[in-house]
């Protein structure tokens, strides 16, 4: 089979560098497994695509569903969608046809956009967060505060985060040596068993990488945390409890999107190499590169009443996270 072969091998100064990887992905599998896993991440894959364009769709179509919420989802849902273009259709050729091979350039292309698309959402569900603490904490300032300028220098700024960490972090990874094996143990190029394969000391891009990981995923869930704590703060003072149910109810579907994405991810890229081994990472990493993106226009359909209304062609039109309205007399 193709990807069972190793590599060809060509001279760079004093080293032996591979050409090509080879992804191991899940070939430790029976092929009959490799098949139901081929078919299951197949549904999911068609489920996530057609789902995040339906979400795209209807919230730029209807003009009940203008609100910076949901001109955040879109970008999300445009986000998800280059997420899943990025990793899944090559892992789906893992398993089907046991093309394990990726050269060289396509390994780095995409563990660029892994970077650029990750850090991007990082930073853009920590944007949402900040909307639903500004639409709940301080409604009044709400229109000023989040208006369409705001939104778009803030979706702007969540988008161009990822340029930075894609590209100090894949060129400097490919720019080591890399002498053979060429197995990735992964179903896609991860920075952390790419590095593995490099024959030089990597200590300082380790350190490098560690700092990027605090400040691209860390940070903004912190960030997420403070608000969410903000908020939740002025839920309990409201006085009435129809006004405490209508506010939590309003940012739900983003605190369930935000706990799927980071608690995989946290786990995933903070816990200690030793402490994990590669196939229970693969699962961990299944949990935020295949299932949180199908999972995400889901949530928000069925969780959130306007999105519903939409879809069923009799929206009402909300304010913000919630109805401001509804938000005020409480």
Not at 74 to 80: A, H, P, Q
Not at 151 to 157: D, F, P, R, S, Y
């Amino acid at each position: 089979m193709p990807g069972r072969i190793l590599g060809r091998k060509m001279m760079w100064g004093n080293w032996t560098s591979v050409s090509e990887f080879v992804l191991v992905s899940f070939s430790a599998l029976s092929f009959e497994l490799q098949v139901l896993l081929f078919l299951l991440f197949l549904t999911i894959y068609i489920v996530t695509l057609m789902g995040n364009i339906l979400i795209i769709l209807v919230t730029t179509a209807d003009s009940a569903l203008q609100s910076p919420m949901y001109f955040f989802l879109r970008n999300l849902s445009f986000l998800e969608i280059g997420f899943n273009l990025v990793i899944v259709p090559k892992m789906l050729g893992t398993l089907i046809i046991q093309d394990t091979t990726i050269s060289f350039l396509g390994c780095a292309t995409q563990m660029y956009f892994f970077f650029f698309f990750g850090a991007a959402e990082c930073c853009l569900l920590a944007t949402m967060a900040y909307d639903c603490y500004v639409a709940i904490c301080d409604p009044l300032h709400y229109p000023v505060i989040m208006g369409h300028r705001a939104c778009a220098q803030l979706a702007a700024a969540s988008w161009f985060s990822g340029f930075p960490v894609a590209t100090v972090q894949t060129t400097w990874i490919f720019s080591f040596p890399f002498c053979g094996p060429n197995r990735v143990n992964h179903f896609f190029c991860d920075s952390p068993p790419v590095i593995a394969l490099v024959c030089v000391d990597t200590l300082l891009f380790e350190l490098e990488a560690l700092t990027a990981t605090v400040l691209f995923i860390l940070f903004p869930f912190l960030l997420i945390l403070g608000s969410y704590v903000r908020i939740l703060s002025t839920i309990f003072r409201m006085p009435s409890d129809e006004g405490k149910c209508k506010a939590f109810s309003s940012c739900s579907s983003h605190l369930l999107v935000v706990s799927l994405f980071y608690s995989t991810a946290i786990l995933t890229y903070f816990r200690p190499r030793s402490s994990t081994s590669p196939e229970n990472k693969k699962l961990l990493s299944l949990s935020y590169t295949v299932v949180t993106p199908m999972l995400n226009p889901i949530i928000y359909s069925l969780r959130n009443s306007e999105v519903k209304a939409a879809l069923n062609g009799s929206s009402k039109g909300p304010y913000a996270c919630g109805d401001k309205t509804d938000l005020d007399e409480n």
